[in-house]
């Protein structure tokens, strides 16, 4: 229960901020938080305090994987790339084809996901395929 | 008229001797009718019911508070129950289910994926565990640990890791 103590105030945000299906584990001296966010600023603001407790993440006694509840298919999404363009690939993997391309600041529709990492996705000039989740921001 | 008097009285004590003495003939429910009524109850079947003198004690473990509520008001429904003793107890809830951990062969090939536009930041897999050198900017950082956390590892170690 120590890891419990030491991260209260990360639980109890993401208690208090509304994240769904919720589940905080302790096991073999790590403790997991899983669940969805109810937007991306929740995530963020987890994100936030997990960094003040552990400066730059480096203990290593949090797996932290909190999903964003509004990435369902239909939704849209932002290309938050840096500065280039998001690869759209024919499968979900960076091993996969390059089939096509979305502008930074594109919206996009998510067709579906893959897993956590990889969303089928769609532009509007209708190219579809396989995008690293990491640069797509849903709209809220 | 005094004998009509009598007559109606005598027709009143008659009817009302009636009265009693069909009230005290009502069947008495046996100690066994309630136990078989108990026990024809699939909703009951999880408890242990003991039955004397129309009196029920219920015990065993109830699934939930509102299963020992709706379990004690089933018995009293039944007819000829003059009381209901609720023994149960709550079961505990059933542990969390253990923490999903991913094999090493797609911890790696999501490690790829993750590091692709971080080329200074190295990373590998084994039992479980990603442990990751080289070095990288703390909001680089911030967003590989992000990624790598959702491929569900037993541990991230970035203890070699060299923030700049």
Redesign the interface.
Known sequence: MALQDKYKQLVDTATGSGVANL?V?E??G?L?IDGEAPSGSVKDQL?DIY?KIDP???S??????V?VATAVAGAKAKVTTETSNLNIRKGP???QPIVGKAAHNELVTLVSKAN???WLIRTDDGEEGYA?A?YLTPEE | MEKTLFRLLKGTMFVAMAGIWLFSCKPKISDQDIEAKIQSNTALSHLVATVQDGVVTLSGEAKDQADQMDSEAAVKSIEGVKQVINNTTIAPPPP?A??EIAADDPLT??I???L?DFPTVKATAADGIITVTGETT?AN???I???L???????????A?K?N
């Open positions: 589940q584990r096991q073999d790590v997991y994100w960094g730059n993440f480096l290593g006694d949090v797996v932290m994987n999903n993997g960076t091993d956590d990492q990889w690293y990491r | 969390p253990p923490v090939k999501g790829a994926d993750a692709k703390a950082w911030r967003k640990k992000m990624t956390d959702g491929l569900k590892p037993k541990k991230v170690d970035a203890t890791l923030i």
